[in-house]
């Protein structure tokens, strides 16, 4: 099993979720998060005052998979959430040892 993390801009976010349902996949995590990456940020303007904003928002998507699933879900959430401009976030890939559906008690690829 896998867990793939993906940080991309929140407006990619409906994008990439009907994207990865369309593969079958039931469930997934999101969170809000503040990041910078290679753009370091972005200056802004407000009531005529300059100022930097040091951190961008963006969305954390989590999501557990079977091993065969990977490079299509990578894929998927690649096409869903490129604009083709810095920014548009990064895709991490992790081993899952163990998963338990607490609820039910399945474990494994039955939980996901």
């Known amino acids: 099993m896998k867990l793939v993390t993906?940080?991309?801009k929140p407006f990619k976010l409906d994008e990439v979720r009907?994207?990865?349902t369309s593969l079958g996949l039931q469930g997934l995590t999101v969170s809000e998060v503040k990041g910078f990456?290679?753009?370091k940020g972005q200056t802004e303007i407000y009531r005529g005052a300059e100022y930097s904003v040091s951190f961008l928002p963006k969305v954390k998507i989590e999501v557990a998979i079977d091993d065969d699933m990977l490079e299509r879900v990578i894929e998927t959430i690649?096409?869903?959430a490129t604009t083709g401009r810095i920014g548009d976030g990064k895709i991490f890939v992790f081993e899952v040892v163990q998963?338990?559906?607490i609820r039910t008690g399945e474990s494994d690829a039955e939980a996901l």
């Open 37 to 39: 990456g290679r753009q």
């Open 6 to 8: 993906a940080i991309i």
């Open 99 to 101: 998963a338990v559906r």
């Open 78 to 80: 690649q096409k869903a």
């Open 18 to 20: 009907e994207a990865l």
